[in-house]
């Protein structure tokens, strides 16, 4: 997809083979590095290949798309690449650093997986920076002749006048933007965030790694059959440390531990019903002992009625199966376990089964036992209790750095603000969708916010450098649009072509976080550029326009 973006847009081959070298080079560094440090692929990590050939590719286009209209414009080879260096070289090096610590939040999270891909891909980012501005002016400097595509045009070429329409700078010329105009563009855009926050407040957590594989898969069908057949296949793990010597023999420490089987077995989902399967516990072992005691009898299938019985029962089974009994109680019957299979759904429905189960414990064993309960569905629950929790870690992380940094390179408190407008409406806008179409938040797509604010920011960032620039030279708001648009614009179009194609090319994969994750990247990044070229110049012109508009 990307060799076809960029022979479509610079038609000659240092202009499709060079981007494509940079960010080989650094996906081969960042897996290499991984492959040092021993950090592993993983569910989540396995996107970052991709991640960075889409976002990498970003900096060389800038550059590139300078670089031609400079030739186009009729300088030679080698001030085109001084220029384009110096032009773009300081909003590469800003990009580059909001989309590093967009990723770098994920070192905040409590999860290793999205720790190690925040880390990774910021390293990639950076690399792929590196070859944008070493190699790729290396490769550039054997162009001579061609101007990659780029044709002189009066008056602009259609993507000129999409832009100039987006921008509003027609309306300018012909006398038609007005105030009014702009402040029903800014109306229009704090509608789509009302519906935006609206379509964010029906959000839901959700966290099920088997729905991620196709209903077809191999080892889906298995768990659905061992859900249906054996009783599931997560588990409630209970450890029981007895208070007295030989604790387990005690009789009414048993009928607690029964009781507790009870409790555990009534148990019903308010939406899956029954999600309960069997239990295995020393209960199992002296109620089938009894039985067999009895001729094979079913209602003998209970616990003794005396101490004495229990503590028969247990000693015949101590001495005939010693290794059977040491899978389920210590060599001094002080401590046993009891494992509860249940049915595999998703993670939001295990905390109120965990405090049932907990309920059940303080209820029945808290005076006969210490009892520390663990097991799969505890895992599952607390990595959903905690998704939300990493999610606005992370992502406050991200904006907080990130105004910090538009703050400094724009060099205006005020206009640094500013652009964290544009850049957020596009957050709000993919949540919101999230929200309206029913997809919830999961460990697939946790990493959105952060990674989306540091691809929104790239075209905010290179689109208002241009435009602070124009300002300090004494240019009115609307010449210093018209500036950025000339600057920028193109390559602001083809970098979010790049990334939306290219993020795309997910919708392909197999799994479903894949596919949720490249989709839901991909409209991001279009929406982001919709936004700086729709909203952001009435945004400015309300802001710093008025009667005198020269600094």
Known sequence: ????????????????????????????????????????????????????????????????????????????????????????????????????????????????????????????????????????????????????????????????????????????????????????????????????????????????????????????????????????????????????????????????????????????????????????????????????????????????ETQRGASDLLFMFENSGPDDLRRLATADLKTTQMSVRVKWVDANAYPPLADYVLQGVKRHLSKHADVRVTGSIYTLGSTVSGLIDNLLRSFGAAFLFITVFMVVLLKSPKLGLVAMVPNLLPILMIMGLMGLTGMPIDMGNLMLCSIAIGIAVDDTIHFLHHFREARACGKTVDEAIEVAVQHAGRAMVATSLVLTLGFSVFLLASMLHLRRFGGLIALTAMFALLVDVAFAPPLLRSLFGGKDEKR
């Not at 960042?30 to 440090?37: D, K, S």
């Not at 009729?74 to 001030?79: E, K, L, V």
């Not at 990639?124 to 070493?134: E, F, P, Q």
């Not at 007005?178 to 957590?205: D, E, F, H, K, N």
């Open 1 to 304: 997809v990307m060799l076809l973006v960029l022979a479509t847009l610079f038609r000659h081959p240092i202009g499709v083979v060079a981007p494509i070298l940079v960010i080989v080079m650094a996906v081969v560094w960042t897996v290499g590095m991984m492959a040092t440090v021993g950090m592993p692929m993983t569910l989540i990590t396995n996107i970052m290949p991709a991640f960075l050939m889409a976002v990498g590719l970003g900096d060389a286009i800038h550059l590139v798309s300078v670089y031609r209209d400079l030739r186009r414009q009729g300088h030679d080879n080698n001030d085109a690449i001084v220029s384009a260096v110096g032009s773009t070289g300081i909003p590469l090096l800003f990009t580059t650093m909001t989309t590093a610590v967009g990723l770098l939040s994920f070192r905040l999270a409590t999860v290793d997986a999205l720790s190690e891909m925040g880390t990774a891909a910021a390293y990639g980012v950076g690399i792929a920076l590196l070859h944008s501005l070493v190699f790729l002016p290396i490769a550039l400097s054997f162009n001579t002749k061609s101007h990659l595509g780029a044709k002189k045009v009066t008056g602009g070429d259609r993507l000129d006048r999409v832009l100039w329409r987006l921008t509003g700078l027609t309306s300018v010329r012909a006398g038609l933007m007005t105030p009014a105009r702009s402040y029903r563009t800014l109306a229009l855009a704090a509608v789509i965030a009302a519906v935006s926050v609206a379509g964010m407040s029906q959000l839901q957590v959700s966290h099920n790694p088997l729905a991620w594989l196709p209903s077809n898969n191999p080892l889906r069908a298995v768990f659905d059959e061992v859900d249906r057949e054996v009783g599931g296949t997560a588990t409630v793990q209970l450890l029981i440390d007895t208070k007295g010597e030989r604790g387990i023999k005690d009789l009414d420490f048993l009928r607690g531990l029964e009781a507790l089987d009870k409790h555990i077995a009534a148990y019903r989902d308010p939406k899956m019903g029954e999600v309960i399967g069997n239990s295995m516990s020393v209960l199992d072992i002296l109620r089938e002992t009894n039985k067999q005691l009895h001729e094979g009898d079913q209602k003998f299938y209970a616990l003794p």
